[in-house]
């Protein structure tokens, strides 16, 4: 059967790659499919009774020629598996960056400051929302903004502002809110000696009293308060148009042992950072253009202002507020359609 092998036939052999372990021979009969998964396979052309048994150094030697190759391409694979495991965090890293600077910027185009707006993402992360999804999810709460419909953006801004204030250190002011069960305005027709038309007040019995950071606005603490009794205050103040001066549904009265009726609106405009509104301990007349909203308020009084242009302060600490029986809202007769 092997009568011309001695001529440069080709036969398989095989290597066992155990150290010190012979080579075993076998004609091109023997199948791969009986051998062991210990041997492989190598194809050779040498005469058959010129080929010696391979020992270990030998196979160690052509190490490189048979395997080297497949080193090269594992090492590859991996160095291949590693950069791109490493692009796939740096695009991930990008893109978590991406969105979260491109809610900042969205947020910061509502008006929100920077500290309130880092402050939402930072809420929103905190509560399970990933990163890919923030910009919608702020979209989401942000409603119809572009006509003043909420979504619920804006009491989680509140929140975040009124936590901020509290890390700052701010006073808490106390408000005296008086219904109109205990007061009524002043009598048509009748003038005292200042010649002006004052509120009458008949008991401080059945007033409320309601707290709030310093800065914050009359509006901002019936909307978004979180002490006792804010939600009784939000019931009597509508805040239709969100606190812009676009409507009278905010409308309050001084007590008038608290208004300043000499007083410029300048120097009573509820910024805590103007020198003259540090020394006032009353709240002042109101702008121009704050008038021209009372004017279409439900019983304006002298001593009339919009919760919203309030700022309390902590000269203004035991304010009394007297709060209208009604309110006009025209925003209800806004033909949108």
């Not at 040498?46 to 080297?68: E, V, Y």
Request: charge should be negative; aromatic fraction near 6%.
């Amino acid at each position: 059967m092997f009568a011309n092998v001695s001529r440069c036939a080709q036969r398989w052999h095989i290597i066992r790659l155990q150290c010190g372990a012979p080579v075993a021979q076998f004609s091109s009969e023997t199948t791969a499919n009986a051998l062991p998964v210990s041997f492989h396979l190598v194809k050779r052309t040498l005469p058959l009774k010129s080929q010696p048994l391979i020992q270990m150094n030998t196979l160690l030697a052509s190490r490189p020629i048979a395997i080297q190759s497949l080193e090269r391409k594992a090492s590859y694979q991996r160095f291949s598996t590693s950069k791109d495991s490493s692009i796939n965090n740096t695009t991930t890293n990008n893109t978590s960056a991406s969105a979260t600077e491109q809610t900042q910027s969205f947020l910061l185009s509502l008006g929100y400051s920077s500290a309130v707006s880092d402050g939402i993402i930072d809420a929103l992360l905190q509560n399970g929302i990933p990163q890919s999804s923030l910009l919608g999810m702020v979209k989401s709460l942000a409603g119809r903004y572009e006509v003043g419909e909420d979504g619920g953006l804006e009491a989680l801004a509140a929140s975040v502002k009124l936590e901020i204030e509290k890390q700052d250190g701010k006073n808490k002011v106390k408000v005296w809110c008086l219904p109109s069960t205990g007061w009524s305005p002043a009598p048509d027709g009748i003038e005292n000696d200042d010649d002006e038309q004052l509120p009458i007040i008949k008991t401080m019995d059945r007033a409320f009293a309601v707290e709030a950071i310093e800065g914050t606005t009359l509006t901002d603490v019936a909307q978004f308060g979180t002490s006792e009794n804010c939600d009784v205050l939000g019931e009597y103040l509508e805040c239709a148009c969100s606190g812009i001066m676009a409507c009278s549904t905010c409308h309050v009265v001084i007590h008038p042992d608290w208004f300043d009726a000499t007083g410029a609106p300048a120097d009573c405009d509820g910024d805590s950072d103007h020198p003259a509104a540090s020394s006032s301990n009353k709240v002042c007349p109101p702008s121009e253009a704050e008038q021209d909203m009372i004017d279409l308020a439900y019983e304006p009084q002298v001593t009339s202002r919009l919760g919203c242009q309030i700022k309390l302060r902590k000269e203004l600490d035991g304010l009394v507020i007297l709060l209208p029986r009604g309110s006009n809202n025209l925003m209800d007769f806004v033909p949108f359609e």
